[in-house]
């Protein structure tokens, strides 16, 4: 069995280019006792791949010629395991390849009373994964949201973002996205729900445009951004706020970050900020996709999905994402 994979070639220095990534063919044993063969149909390109690129992030850095780290949607194909039955749809970090081994360890077969009508397979790698679950812990456990208070969102057009502000709207938040373009804010505004969005590129004065938006102050600041964004939101906090670091997209690629420039309102209006890492909530996965699903099943919360053709396409698939071209969660069908 011959797979296709994507490896790192070079470490990048600022965005990715394709050069920095290398196809190669890799021969796969049959699956040895224990073992199945998963056939990857989507794999997943995700900002927060970007700091591993290049070094040690919350977990280590990835090595060169190590094949490019990813979540994926499979059906097993083969099976000495019993956990994986042939047939079985999984999903597990299989990364960029079209094949893999598995002993079953990391590797979930989906659940048919879960993944059922509006939860389509793709959504354990979108808002029943990763992008949903940040989403959900980050404003219900970092954020402590109570009914009637105000919640920002920034890049609040992509997968985390929207998924927070409809997680705001059920728990009886006031929701604002801010995102780039048009075409974003009217997605967040009529498929998202939000109570208004502000489309960042079309701004002279972010901070100005924020309080127009809500002038009474923000209590909640979910912030995937970073950067520019993240100052101009700390500028309208509530005394008493909570700002909820989930992602800086706008630092990822710049040696040197731009920072905080605005610290004084954290003493002045006692505010706090937490960083999370989804992966300390594992245990309690299971129940925060339960209400995802409940939610989306009963069209409280839908999810937007951008499906790009080709194994070929994950590098540019992936370095779009830091030109704001993902519109949705973006997944490449293998
Ligand atoms: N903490 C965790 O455990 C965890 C887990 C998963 C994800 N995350 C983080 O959550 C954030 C959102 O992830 P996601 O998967 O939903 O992806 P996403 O928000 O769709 O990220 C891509 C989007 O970010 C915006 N963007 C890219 N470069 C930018 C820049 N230089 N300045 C401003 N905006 C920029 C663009 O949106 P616009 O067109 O609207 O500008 C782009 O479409 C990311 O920062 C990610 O790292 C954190």
């Given at each position: 069995?011959?797979a296709?994979?994507?490896?790192l ?47 040690d ?7 060169l ?44 077969v ?7 009508g ?7 790698i ?14 219900g ?13 920034s890049?609040?057009?992509g ?27 009217n ?29 009474e ?6 912030d ?18 909570r ?6 997209v ?8 731009r ?23 594992r ?17 409280a919360?839908?999810y ?19 030109g704001?071209?993902?519109f949705?969660?973006r997944?490449?069908?293998?």
């Open positions: 069995m011959t296709q994979r994507w490896v070639a070079a470490r990048p220095d600022g965005v990715p280019r394709l050069s920095d990534f290398r196809p190669e063919m890799l021969d796969l044993p049959p699956p040895g006792d224990g073992e199945a063969l998963i056939r990857i149909t989507h794999a997943s390109v995700d900002p927060g791949m970007r700091g591993r690129l290049t070094g992030s919350y977990a280590p850095a990835l090595g010629d190590e094949t490019i780290e990813s979540a994926g949607i499979g059906e097993v194909v083969a099976s000495r395991c019993a956990r994986l039955p042939e047939g079985a749809l999984v999903t597990g970090g299989f990364g960029w390849t079209t094949h893999a081994i598995s002993d079953g360890r990391g590797v979930q989906l659940d048919p009373a879960l993944f059922r509006r939860v389509r397979p793709t959504a354990a979108g808002v029943l994964g990763v992008p949903g679950l940040t989403a959900y812990f980050g404003l456990d970092l954020g402590r949201p109570k009914g009637g208070e105000t919640l920002l969102v890049s609040a057009a997968p985390v973002g929207a998924t927070a502000l409809q997680i705001g709207r059920e728990l009886g938040l006031k929701t604002i996205g801010i995102a780039g373009g048009g075409p974003k804010r997605y967040v505004l009529e498929e998202v729900r939000a109570n208004a969005c502000i489309d960042y590129k079309a701004q002279n004065d972010l901070t100005e445009a924020i309080r127009r938006e809500a002038p102050g923000i209590d909640i600041f979910f995937n951004v970073g950067g520019a964004q993240l100052d101009a939101a700390i500028l309208n906090m509530k005394p008493g706020g700002i909820v670091i989930s992602g800086q706008s630092e990822y690629n710049q040696e040197t970050p920072g905080i420039r605005w610290v004084t309102p954290f003493i002045t209006k006692r505010l706090s900020m937490s960083g999370l890492v989804v992966y300390d909530y245990k309690r996965f299971p129940e925060a996709q339960a209400r995802l699903a409940a939610w989306i099943e009963s069209g919360i839908s937007r999905e951008e499906i790009i053709d080709g194994f070929a396409e994950l590098p540019r698939a992936f370095i779009g994402l830091f704001g071209e993902n949705g969660r997944l490449v069908k293998m």
